[in-house]
């Protein structure tokens, strides 16, 4: 059975502009916005829902809310993005592993067919696709295990990683190179090969935080190259 789709609030659909807004470098980094201004740039709305947005994004580290001041966009810094790959790892690895064990045939045609959309998309070099479609994988992955809050969190994590300015597409990496780094991950799934996708998911989180890293390194005054490794394989 179909289930009623919930309707959006506004707080809720001022919240995904704002954050598509500044993913997308529509919004610039450490201006004060007022919640009016923000309110028009958004058609005219409230301050109100524009308030509660900003709240929410506040919480998970995008923006920081200046009493009788205004909005301040906050870069990502070097500690952000570490712990937001730090948290993708603890939540992403067993929930693939899991993903693996309980998968249906339904699940795995499903997913065969988000995978070769991501094909398609790195193969005729769509950027803008190509990270779309890898996001849609890994999200059609954890939705198999079906732990909402745990999506939210691995969500919020890579925006956050995002709003560094920072895909690997197509400065450390192309997009074909970007689907390749998951074929043997999809193919450990398939498989049913649980304990191997685990692995396969971990060693892809690292490798692309260690891309980013020693990508932003380059170009950030206040980064240093350090190694990911020292960071990352505690966990």
């Known amino acids: 059975m179909k289930l009623i789709q919930k309707p959006k609030t506004l707080t809720e659909e001022a919240f995904e502009i704002l954050q598509d807004a500044i993913i997308n470098n529509h919004l610039q980094f450490n201006v004060l916005y007022s919640a009016t201004e923000l309110g028009q740039m958004l058609g005219g709305i409230s301050r109100t829902p524009v308030r509660e947005a900003a709240q929410m994004l506040e919480k998970i580290g995008i923006v920081?809310?200046?009493?009788?001041?205004?909005?301040?966009?906050?870069p990502t810094t070097f500690a952000t993005m570490i712990e937001s790959f730090?948290?993708?790892?603890?939540?992403?690895?067993?929930?693939?592993?899991?993903?693996?064990?309980v998968r249906t045939e339904k699940d795995i045609q499903q997913l065969d067919q988000i995978f070769?959309?991501?094909?398609q998309k790195a193969s005729s070099g769509d950027i803008t696709g190509t990270l779309k479609a890898d996001r849609d994988y890994h999200l059609a992955l954890l939705q198999?295990?079906?732990n909402q809050k745990a999506i939210d969190i691995i969500s919020n994590t890579r925006n956050q990683v995002l709003i560094a300015g920072?895909?690997?597409?197509?400065?450390?990496?192309?997009?074909?190179?970007t689907f390749n780094d998951h074929l043997q991950l999809h193919e450990a799934f398939v498989n049913g090969e649980a304990q191997q996708a685990a692995h396969l998911m971990k060693s892809h989180i690292i490798n692309t935080a260690t891309l980013l890293i020693h990508q932003e390194s380059a170009k950030r005054e206040n980064w240093s190259d350090y190694d990911s490794n020292d960071y990352l394989n505690w966990i």
Not at 64 to 74: A, D, L, P, Q
Not at 86 to 101: D, G, K, N
């Open 86 to 101: 730090q948290i993708r790892l603890m939540l992403e690895v067993p929930l693939v592993r899991r993903a693996t064990e």
């Open 166 to 177: 920072s895909a690997t597409i197509p400065h450390s990496r192309c997009c074909l190179e």
């Open 144 to 146: 198999i295990v079906g």
């Open 64 to 74: 920081k809310i200046e009493k009788n001041k205004g909005i301040r966009i906050m």
């Open 116 to 119: 070769e959309e991501f094909r």
